[in-house]
Structures are given as structure tokens and as C-alpha cells.
């Protein structure tokens, strides 16, 4: 099943890709491999929710937004290839979490990316994976995910 036809099944569109807002660029290809820049949680241009995970977000709310952080690296690196359908599968997950101090359940909330993530692309969706807590994150952004996907042509 193509990744175009299992997007349309789980009733996800992929967004436009946000521009950089520094000196990088979305993502990048490397001879079969595309690596994603770190994907904040935006939705239509804002970030629906903001600060600290364990704190102003809840690990429900951060986890729901990992997975808006694996949508739109699915968009950036689409977009790069042209196609969505070029995209094969997910090689590594490193995800990022502002964290309140006293919060310690990182995986947790990366996992929305995750199962996002093995959702559309089913065996080839399982990979590596990294899960950090951070101090902070740009625009004050509660989770910060980037992906590296499998391409071909």
C-alpha cells in the first residue's frame, strides 16, 4: 500500500511546510536516505500550545503534539522528494522535550511521533529512536521531533 493511500485511510493531509525561521533548511537528501531539521508541533503557521511539558502541557497534551511534530516532518521530507510516495520508511526518531525538572517521562511523549509514524508506514515505520529532555525549545515549543526516512528514486 502506498504511504499517499495509508495517509488518506488514517484521514491525514500533510500541511504546507513551515519556512525556516533561521539559517537551515527543512530537510535534506543524502543518497537514500532524507533527514528532517527538527519539526515543531505548528498548525496552520502557530504552535497550538506552548511551554513546559510536566508544567503548562500535560504528557497527553506533548505526546499528541509529537505526532503533529512526525506529520510535518513527513510533509518536509515529501516535499523535498516531490512525492510522499518516494518516502520508504523511517530509519531514526530523535525527539525533543522541554521539560519541567521534575519530569522524566520523555519516551512517553516521543511516542506520539512513533506511532504516528508506524502508523503510516507500518513495518517500515518501526526504527531507532532518541528521546531527550531539554531546557527549552524554540518559540517555546513544548516537543521538537526530527526523522530520518528511507527514499528511493
Do not use: W
Not at 44 to 52: C, E, F, R, V, W
Amino acid at each position: 500500500m502506498s504511504i499517499s493511500t495509508r495517509l488518506s485511510e488514517l484521514g491525514l493531509t500533510l500541511p504546507d511546510v513551515v519556512p525556516p525561521v533561521a539559517a537551515y533548511v527543512p530537510a535534506v537528501r543524502h543518497g537514500e536516505t532524507v533527514m528532517t531539521s527538527g519539526q515543531l508541533p505548528m498548525v496552520d503557521g502557530a504552535l497550538p500550545l506552548t511551554g513546559k511539558v510536566g508544567a503548562a502541557v500535560s504528557a497527553e497534551q506533548a505526546e499528541e503534539m509529537a505526532g503533529v511534530c512526525a506529520l510535518n516532518a513527513i510533509a518536509a521530507a515529501a516535499t523535498l522528494m516531490g512525492d510522499v510516495d518516494k518516502l520508504t520508511g523511517v530509519i531514526k526518531v530523535v525527539g525533543f522535550v522541554s521539560s519541567d525538572p521534575a519530569f522524566t517521562a520523555q519516551p512517553g511523549v516521543i511516542n506520539g511521533a512513533s506511532n504516528l509514524l508506524q502508523e503510516v508506514f507500518g513495518e517500515a515505520g518501526v526504527h531507532a529512536r532518541s528521546a531527550v529532555g531539554v531546557a527549552a525549545l524554540p518559540l517555546d515549543a513544548p516537543v521538537e521531533v526530527e526523522v530520518i526516512f528511507a527514499v528511493t528514486g
